[in-house]
Nanobody
Framework: QLQLVESGGGLVQPGGSLRLSCAAS????????VGWFRQAPGKGREGVST????????TYADSVKGRFAISRDNAKNTVYLQMSDLKPEDTAVYYC????????????????????WGQGTLVNVSS
């Protein structure tokens, strides 16, 4: 069974940092492009960041550029999202997703199909 499991979410103060993990099981992640989405209550799904299968290419939403960093360790079958200088507007459920076709933040929310999704992890930025 193909699965992605997110972890690392929780409550953090504004200005703080958090690292999310996206671990794959049941398949080999290194041939997949991986993206991070987020969805705040009452809002639509937003593309946050993507990373190519090799890790050579990354994209970021303007709202997180300079604060978030995506990376992958294919030997561990895991993709990470390092989040720094967190703001209350970053509060959302964060999802990772993987697909064999390329994704960028410009295209990821318009895709008709993405192969594998995680269950999501809640990030709450509040004092």
């Amino acid at each position: 069974q193909l699965q992605l499991v997110e972890s690392g979410g929780g409550l953090v103060q504004p200005g703080g940092s958090l690292r999310l993990s996206c671990a794959a099981s049941g398949f080999t992640l290194h041939v997949y492009t991986v993206g991070w989405f987020r969805q705040a209550p009452g809002k639509g799904r937003e593309g946050v960041s993507t990373i190519s299968s090799s890790g050579d290419s990354t994209t970021y939403a303007d709202s997180v550029k300079g604060r978030f960093a995506i990376s992958r360790d294919n030997a561990k079958n895991t993709v990470y999202l390092q989040m720094s200088d967190l703001k209350p507007e970053d509060t959302a459920v964060y999802y990772c997703a993987a697909d064999r076709f390329p994704m960028t933040v410009a295209t990821m929310t318009s895709l008709a199909y993405i192969e594998v999704w995680g269950q999501g992890t809640l990030v709450n930025v509040s004092s």
